[in-house]
C-alpha cells in the first residue's frame, strides 16, 4: 500500500538557518504530493503541493520538488523563523481506482523548533 | 469565506460510550473526509463521503460509522468507546471526486476514560 516516511524529529534549528526535511514515499501510480503544517493546538494548514514529476510547490519560502526518480518530496526553506516552529506532515494522495476519491496518506510529521 | 468547521471542540467520554462529532465542509466543497491523528502520530484515513455516500474506508472497525447530509456536512459516530479511542479528530474537505488538496477543519479533541 501507500506509504510516506519522514525524518524523525525534533529538529531543532537557529533562526536564519537553512531547513530540510526529508520525505520519501511508496505509491502505486502517479500521486499527488503535500506539505501540511500544523501549529500547536491546532488542525493541519496546507503548506504546498505538487501534482507532477518535477514540479516544484512553493510557499512562504518553503518549497519542495517533486522527484519521481528519488521518489522523494523533501521541504526546504533558505531562512527560517521562531514563528515556523512546528510540525510538519508530509501526505501523498492516490487517486482510489474502486469507488472514485481520494485519500491521503501522512507520515509520521516532524517537529521543528527554531530558537533565536 | 468560511472554512472546514467542527463542533465541539473537546469531549471526555467514558469508555462503551457513543460520540458523534459533526463538521461542516468549507463553502464549495462536497466531499468531506475524516482522519483520526493519536498524539504525536500522523493522520490516519477513516472515511470519505461523497454524494451522501461513503466512497472509501480506511482499517477502521465498523464501530465507527459515518453520514453526509444533502448539505454536504457530515458527522462521525463511534460506538462502544475504547481508551484507544483517545485522539484528534480531523474532519477534511474537497471538491469532487478528482486528486485536490483537502482543507482541515480544527478538529475535535476526544478523550476516553
Known amino acids: 500500500g501507500d506509504s510516506v516516511t519522514q525524518m524523525e524529529g525534533p529538529v531543532t534549528l537557529s533562526e536564519e538557518a537553512f531547513l530540510t526535511i526529508n520525505c520519501t514515499y511508496t505509491?502505486?501510480?502517479?500521486?499527488?504530493l503535500f506539505w501540511y503544517v500544523q501549529y500547536p493546538g491546532e488542525g493541519l494548514q496546507l503548506l504546498l503541493k505538487?501534482?507532477?514529476?518535477?514540479d516544484k510547490g512553493s510557499n512562504k519560502g518553503f518549497e519542495a520538488t517533486y522527484r519521481k526518480e528519488t521518489t522523494s518530496f523533501h521541504l526546504e526553506k533558505g531562512s527560517v523563523q521562531v514563528s515556523d516552529s512546528a510540525v510538519y506532515f508530509c501526505?501523498?494522495?492516490?487517486?482510489?481506482?474502486?469507488?472514485?476519491?481520494?485519500?491521503?496518506?501522512f507520515g509520521t510529521g516532524t517537529q521543528l523548533k527554531v530558537e533565536l | 469565506d468560511a472554512g472546514v468547521t467542527q463542533s465541539p471542540t473537546h469531549l471526555i467520554k467514558t469508555r462503551g460510550q457513543q460520540v458523534t462529532l459533526r463538521c461542516s465542509p468549507k463553502?464549495?466543497?462536497?466531499?468531506v473526509s475524516w482522519y483520526q491523528q493519536a498524539l504525536g502520530q500522523g493522520p490516519q484515513f477513516i472515511f470519505q463521503?461523497?454524494?451522501?455516500?461513503?466512497?472509501q474506508r480506511g482499517n477502521f472497525p465498523d464501530r465507527f460509522s459515518g453520514h453526509q447530509f444533502p448539505n454536504y456536512s457530515s458527522e462521525l459516530n463511534v460506538n462502544a468507546l475504547l481508551l484507544g479511542d483517545s485522539a484528534l479528530y480531523l474532519c477534511?474537505?474537497?471538491?469532487?471526486?478528482?486528486?485536490?488538496?483537502?482543507?482541515f477543519g480544527p478538529g475535535t479533541r476526544l478523550t476516553v476514560t
Open positions: 463521503y461523497y454524494e451522501e455516500e461513503e466512497r
Open positions: 501526505a501523498l494522495s492516490a487517486h482510489i481506482l474502486t469507488g472514485g476519491g481520494n485519500k491521503l496518506t
Open positions: 505538487a501534482t507532477k514529476a518535477d
Open positions: 477534511a474537505s474537497n471538491r469532487g471526486q478528482g486528486i485536490y488538496e483537502q482543507y
Open positions: 463553502s464549495g466543497h462536497d466531499t
Open positions: 505509491a502505486t501510480g502517479y500521486p499527488s
